[in-house]
């Protein structure tokens, strides 16, 4: 056994770097797709058929079909229609864009937890769109949809492992090449886990934290 | 405004990273002063990572003609399921990887003058007599990595070859990688697998006593690099490059470090007919 505890350990510090990777792209996508997320979820609100319908399909889409081919699609697609994207750009994207849809529609479930008396009040105080989403609806929904929220992270950052195939050495594919080195895939694969496991309870922390501090958003 | 610095920081990384780039001669190449390569950096002892960094025969293959060339070498390491894809892309200018010349593969793919030469063989636990022979895999559960892979393709073709004579194994099971492949074996999940001499021989570096190799199916088979198929005039370059290492002996000496045998790399008659 001491044996396996030394290959674990010696495997950590290249983990480490690969788990870097992980961490790199996976805040980033989701920095951008909470962005993403919540202007498609304005979008479906919005007066504009089209852009209603756009949005729709859009969701659709995202939640039909694999992350590995959005992936793939965002890389090796669109260059041929003439967007040239960088690997890590490009990961990040696919990413975002895939996490947004399903954050759109958990914003969309919590929409239905906000009294209908408060839209009305806005529109009765002439208050502009922007505003009412901005200072009654999203904060109150955004604190609402924290739970989910986390299970969309966790999901987001272990999801990361497939940018391995577009070339992105991150924590999955760090353990392969450790593993091809090695030829110790049981030691490998459950260090991989462990690293997965901390990064994860960490975001679920921090998300935990922040529904703690949003308290306040929550009379509904 | 946490989005407009995750923007920031993006963009940012977007300028380190760089561009994507691809050659279709080596004029081109040195132009650029670059050559970028797609690598699946998890096969021994072809390629793989050591201390961060991509080593192994074709490593040290591809360093000195990038030397000779005189130009920078940019590599990514790629999982086998987006290496051809990359290239089909133009996200390489050619792929460094082991590639087994396989009649699906020559008629897409430009291949390099080989770089190695072995023979697909059947390994099994020391001294476990499960397998007879080669010509014999009935009631035998045959572990192989997963097909387009090299070996797990002849594995298909000739389970259902013996299968005609009642001869075919009972299951086939297929793995990621060779290293699951052999844990596989070692747990008794498999009681055989298949793969290249190469990459069983390695295996048994390093977990001495433990395999054995029963024996070899069909023809020895060539491997080599690739570009892509319209890309024969880069890919001529680079054999070449190759042809000119073989001829120094230098490809020998690289051999008998990484296998610990020399290997016969013909001129010609390595391809089927019909190859790009």
């Known amino acids: 056994m001491p044996t396996a505890i030394k290959v674990m350990v010696d495997a950590a510090p290249w983990l480490l770097q690969g788990a870097v990777m992980t961490l790199e792209t996976s805040l980033l996508a989701i920095a951008l797709g909470l962005p993403v997320g919540i202007a498609l979820a304005v979008a479906q609100r919005a007066r504009l058929r089209m852009l209603r319908g756009f949005v729709s399909v859009y969701i659709s889409f995202a939640r039909g079909t694999p992350l590995f081919i959005q992936i793939m699609l965002v890389f090796f697609v669109l260059p041929s229609l003439g967007f040239d994207i960088p690997r890590f750009c490009a990961g990040v994207i696919a990413l975002s864009l895939n996490s947004g849809a399903y954050i759109a529609e958990m914003i969309r479930g919590g929409l239905t937890a906000i009294p209908k008396g408060q839209v009305e009040a806005a529109r009765a105080l002439s208050m502009p769109r922007s505003l009412m989403w901005r200072h009654i609806i999203l904060p109150q929904v955004l604190a609402l949809i924290l739970p989910p929220l986390t299970v969309e992270f966790t999901g987001l950052l272990k999801g990361s492992a497939l940018l391995a195939v577009i070339g992105i050495v991150e924590l999955t594919r760090t353990g392969q090449q450790m593993v091809a080195a090695t030829f110790k895939p049981l030691e490998i694969w459950l260090m991989v886990g462990i690293f997965y496991f901390v990064m994860c309870y960490a975001l679920a922390a921090l998300t935990r934290y922040l529904e703690r501090t949003t308290q306040v958003y929550r009379a509904v | 405004m946490s989005s407009r610095l995750a923007l920031c920081a993006l963009l940012a990384v ?14 081109e190449i040195k132009s650029r002063g670059t050559v970028v390569i797609g690598t699946e950096a998890a096969y021994a002892p072809f390629e793989y990572v050591e201390d961060g960094k991509i080593v192994g025969y074709d ?17 990514f390491d790629v999982p086998f399921a987006g290496i051809l894809a990359g290239l089909d892309q133009k996200k390489f200018d050619f792929v460094a990887t082991a590639l087994i010349m396989n009649p699906d593969r020559v008629v897409k793919y430009a291949f390099t ?11 099994q636990l020391k001294g476990s007599h499960k397998m ?14 997963v097909p387009p ?19 075919g194994a009972s299951n086939l099971l297929r793995f990621p990688s060779a290293p699951e492949t052999f844990l596989a074996l070692s747990n008794g999940q498999v009681d055989c697998v298949i793969q290249t001499d190469l990459v069983v021989q390695q295996a048994m570096k390093k977990q001495p006593d433990t395999f054995e190799i029963v024996g070899a199916v069909g023809d020895p088979f060539y491997i080599g690099w690739v ?13 070449a490059e190759i042809r000119k290492l073989r001829d120094s002996g230098e490809l020998a000496t690289l051999q008998e470090k990484w296998f610990g045998h020399r290997m016969e790399i013909p001129d010609s008659g390595y391809l089927p007919p019909g190859s790009k």
């Open chain 2, 59 to 75: 490593e040290d293959i591809l360093n000195r003609i990038v030397a000779a060339w005189g130009v920078k070498l940019q590599q």
């Open chain 2, 113 to 123: 003058l080989p770089v190695a030469r072995g023979d697909v063989v059947f390994a």
């Open chain 2, 132 to 145: 007879k022979g080669v010509d014999d895999l009935s009631g035998l559960v045959v572990g192989s990595g």
């Open chain 2, 149 to 167: 892979g090299g070996p797990a393709v002849v594995l298909t073709h000739y389970n259902d070859k013996l299968k005609e004579s009642g001869k």
């Open chain 2, 14 to 27: 977007v300028g380190v990273t760089g561009q994507t780039a691809f050659a279709t001669d080596l004029a």
């Open chain 2, 227 to 239: 570009a892509r198929g319209d890309d024969t005039l880069l890919r001529d370059e680079v054999s």
